[in-house]
């Protein structure tokens, strides 16, 4: 059974920074694929940016290019979201997503088979 724990959610102010973990275990014989979702109260779920494992291809989401940067730790199913310049519209509930089989085309929730219990982003004006 794959399981994601997220880690280094928390509050900071306006302008700050702050990397977000997420440790994968479990069998994992394919690729993986692991990303990174938020949402907002009220909003949907968004993606933020994905990381294909073994090769280390990246997307990051247009809202956030620039400001974000997801890295992986070679030799480690862990993923990290580094975020910085933090805006308050960033505030939201973070979550870790893997797929199995490496990354899809598409960034969709759908297309992600584990999900973490989140951790919460809080950017204070």
């Known amino acids: 059974q794959v399981q994601l724990v997220e880690s280094g959610g928390g509050s900071v102010q306006v302008g700050g920074s702050l990397r977000l973990s997420c440790a994968m275990s479990g069998p994992t014989d394919s690729g993986v694929c692991m990303g990174w979702f938020r949402q907002a109260p009220g909003k949907e779920r968004e993606g933020v940016a994905k990381?294909?494992?073994?090769?280390?291809?990246?997307f990051v989401a247009d809202s956030v290019r620039g400001r974000f940067y997801i890295d992986r730790d070679d030799g480690e199913n862990t993923v990290y979201l580094q975020m910085s310049s933090l805006e308050p519209e960033d505030t939201a509930m973070y979550y870790c997503?893997?797929?199995?089989?490496?990354?899809?085309?598409?960034?969709?929730?759908?297309?992600?088979?584990?999900w973490g219990q989140g951790t919460q982003v809080t950017v204070a004006s």
């Open positions: 990381l294909n494992v073994p090769d280390g291809g990246a």
């Open positions: 997503a893997a797929r199995i089989g490496g990354c899809a085309y598409l960034m969709r929730e759908v297309d992600f088979h584990y």
